[in-house]
């Protein structure tokens, strides 16, 4: 199958980390993404990370990979309430078709 | 940079309707995508173009549903005619090449009654 599973809810206190995780199907996976999606808005790009990579920073943002367990984990630093939203990670191998998770939704509370 | 345009964004009809879906990708970008997101879950590809030629539509509807890029640039979605399971958001993407990271735009927002 093609189910690429993620939590569904996550509620963080603002300035908490975050972390959302999500479970890949296919090994052979190349790039990994997370997209932010906001309400009544499109998919933005967060980062992805090459499938050759254990590791991502970009600002507050940090990407593992888990190639072995075909884990993804998303974490956020110094959560804001402007980071409510619903994440997306996403698998796509070459000139395959983009595979989406089901999303996180993340709620941040003052 | 100027990013991926969708219109409308908004579009309520009844069912057995027809409705068309416009998007415009990033300059350059060869390959364009269009999706459907049902509510509470993730988008799921619909049909994929290299330039004006379909590379994927093996999700497509293709009983009511049709897509052309005939000039290798902008692209319509139509829904010909629309059920109820159709409501949904329906969004372009874009990307360099086929391998390359994909741009999303807006989405239109489509409820059938």
């Known amino acids: 199958g093609e189910d690429v599973e993620q939590s569904l809810f996550l509620s963080v206190r603002e300035g908490d980390s975050s972390v959302i995780n999500c479970t890949y199907t296919?090994?052979?996976?190349?790039?990994l993404y997370w997209y932010k999606q906001e309400p009544g808005a499109g998919l933005q790009l967060l980062t992805y990370?090459?499938?050759?990579?254990d590791m991502k920073q970009d600002q507050r943002l940090t990407v593992l990979l888990n190639k072995k367990d075909k884990h993804l984990s998303l974490r956020i630093a110094d959560t804001q309430t402007g980071d409510s939203a619903i994440y997306f990670c996403?698998?796509?191998?070459?000139?395959?078709?983009?595979?989406f998770g089901t999303g996180t939704r993340l709620l941040v509370s003052p | 940079e100027a990013g991926v345009a969708q219109s409308p964004r908004y579009k309520i009809i009844e069912k057995r309707q027809s409705v068309a879906f416009w998007c415009n990708p990033i300059?350059?970008?060869?390959?364009l995508y269009w999706y459907q997101q049902i509510l509470g879950q993730g988008p799921k590809l619909l049909i994929q173009?290299?330039?004006?030629?379909?590379?994927?539509d093996s999700q497509l509807p293709k009983d009511r549903f049709s897509a052309e890029r005939l000039k290798g640039v902008d692209s319509t979605l139509k829904i010909q005619p629309a059920k109820l399971e159709d409501s949904a958001v329906y969004l372009c993407?874009?990307?360099?090449?086929?391998?390359?990271?994909?741009?999303f735009g807006p989405g239109t927002r489509l409820t059938v009654l």
């Open positions: 993407a874009s990307s360099l090449g086929q391998t390359d990271t994909q741009y």
């Open positions: 296919d090994s052979s996976s190349t790039y």
């Open positions: 990370i090459f499938s050759n990579m």
């Open positions: 996403a698998e796509k191998e070459g000139f395959q078709k983009l595979v």
């Open positions: 300059s350059g970008h060869a390959t």
């Open positions: 173009f290299q330039n004006n030629g379909v590379v994927d």
